[in-house]
């Protein structure tokens, strides 16, 4: 089992940027993918962005594309979302979410091919 853990949501203003953390632990394997997916109020769970644990590769939703970077350090098992230029609509709660193995590209974006899910934390951005 692996249990997932996110930390660093909050309340900001339009424009201002945030990151947020997600930590592994249990029984964990050296090959992973792990993404990001949000949830607003009302709205199904999408897809925000996705890394392997090779790190060399990564994938975003095209509303964030530009403005959120994922990354990943393998020494402290974190899988980071740094957050610019925040805007209203990114109001959400963040799910990291991941699988202990390599994730086909065509199916990063599918919430069924991910095993083990964080509890959540909620973003807003307001005025």
């Known amino acids: 089992q692996v249990q997932l853990g996110e930390s660093g949501g909050g309340l900001v203003q339009p424009g201002d940027s945030l990151g947020l953390s997600c930590t592994a632990s249990?029984?964990?394997?050296?090959?992973?993918?792990v993404a990001w997916f949000r949830q607003a109020p009302g709205k199904e769970r999408e897809f925000v962005a996705a890394?392997?644990?090779?790190?060399?590769?990564?994938w975003y939703a095209d509303s964030v594309k530009g403005r959120f970077t994922i990354s990943r350090d393998n020494a402290k098992g974190t899988v980071n979302l740094q957050m610019k230029s925040l805007k209203a609509e990114d109001t959400a709660v963040y799910y990291c979410?991941?699988?202990?193995?390599?994730?086909?590209?065509?199916?990063?974006?599918?919430?069924?091919?991910?095993?083990?899910w964080g509890q959540g934390t909620q973003v807003t951005v307001s005025s």
């Open positions: 890394i392997r644990s090779t790190g060399t590769d990564t």
């Open positions: 979410a991941r699988k202990e193995s390599r994730v086909i590209t065509s199916a990063l974006r599918s919430v069924r091919m991910y095993d083990y």
């Open positions: 249990g029984r964990t394997y050296s090959t992973y993918t």
